[in-house]
Nanobody
């Protein structure tokens, strides 16, 4: 069974950068469309970024477009989220997700599209 494990969260000052990683077990990872989401305290889960299996197609929420970059290394079974120009409103628990069933060579951007989730990593941006 494939599992996702996020890492890279922590405390950073506003304007700084962090890179989140999400490592997976299992060779089928390389075929899965992947996404990043976050949930701030008291708020709903928010889509951030998505990537197709090859890494050639990506899609971003308006709130992070131009500041965050999603990428993947299928040889390492890892997906990344590079976060730059961080703001206090980026404070949240960040989750990676994989679509493991009925997928195509595309990206997906709603939480219902994903069947497998990591445990989350907390990011705190101090102002």
């Amino acid at each position: 069974q494939v599992q996702l494990v996020e890492s890279g969260g922590g405390l950073v000052q506003a304007g700084g950068s962090l890179r989140l990683s999400c490592a997976a077990s299992g060779r089928t990872f390389r075929t899965y469309p992947l996404g990043w989401f976050r949930q701030a305290s008291g708020k709903e889960l928010e889509f951030l970024a998505a990537i197709n299996w090859s890494g050639q197609n990506t899609y971003y929420a308006d709130s992070v477009n131009g500041r965050f970059t999603i990428s993947r290394d299928n040889a390492k079974s890892t997906v990344y989220l590079q976060m730059n120009s961080l703001k206090s409103e980026d404070t949240a628990v960040y989750y990676c997700a994989a679509r493991t069933t009925y997928y195509t060579d595309n990206y997906y951007y709603t939480s219902d599209d994903y069947q497998l989730w990591g445990q989350g990593t907390k990011v705190t941006v101090s102002s």
